[in-house]
């Protein structure tokens, strides 16, 4: 687990692995590169943010009543999560380390987050007397430049964010992800789909699990190609299920930041 800039916070990955938060916009620059589920790997872990939604400012509206607005001002869109997640706070990146070779380079990262349960489980894996937080999903926004359309762009990011946190040591071809389909949310925006998974991972501690993530890549209104993910455990009681995933999914629109 390594720690990068001045204001980094090492915290506990979703599901397995873990990741970095940090809040230098400096470090974000795997933001902008294209993840090939061949060679980079692809995940989605969140931090601890406030417990409110600090992204909000009184402007930005949910489209699911009830529920928290998340932005991303990177990419100039918005999604929507249920009252129960956690929306990080603006400046946030989240990133998963490259487990096996361990020089602190993160593999893939996001922004624009929100967590679910950030403190779902805890342990000491590497018996060095600090404990791990393991949540139960993450979710937010990064780019693809370099993608050739939405359904590479998806089907690429989405399986690199299950590999990054789940299956970094696992056999090839463990990550399974279905066909691209395409998909457009209420607010219109087009693009395609994909749902990749990662199961019968080996279980190297009491918080490893199976894992799975949703994702959903577009153009945003500057045309360049944005991804979402939302990456959860899984095979677990407290698993995202699909119906909440595709309603986040469904929220996604542009914004002004």
Partial sequence: MAIVAAAAVVVAAAATGAYVLTRDDKNTEANDKPATSSSAPVETPAPAGSSANPRAGGAMQPVIPGWKVVTNTKYNVAYDVPPEWNVNDP???????????????????MSGTA????EWCTVDKDADG???KFSIADAGVKGAQGAKDTAQAATDNTGTWVWAGFAQKEPKGT????DPKEFTTSSGIKGHMVVATAPNVKKEHKCSTDGKAVGFAFKNAAGDFATFALVTAAGVKEEVPTEISDKILSSIRLSTG
């Fill in 115 to 118: 967590t679910l349960k950030q």
């Fill in 91 to 109: 400046g946030v990146s989240l990133f998963y380390d490259d487990e096996v070779k361990n020089d602190g380079k993160p593999v893939i990262t």
């Fill in 175 to 178: 990550v399974k992800v279905t």
């Fill in 130 to 132: 600090h404990l791990e």
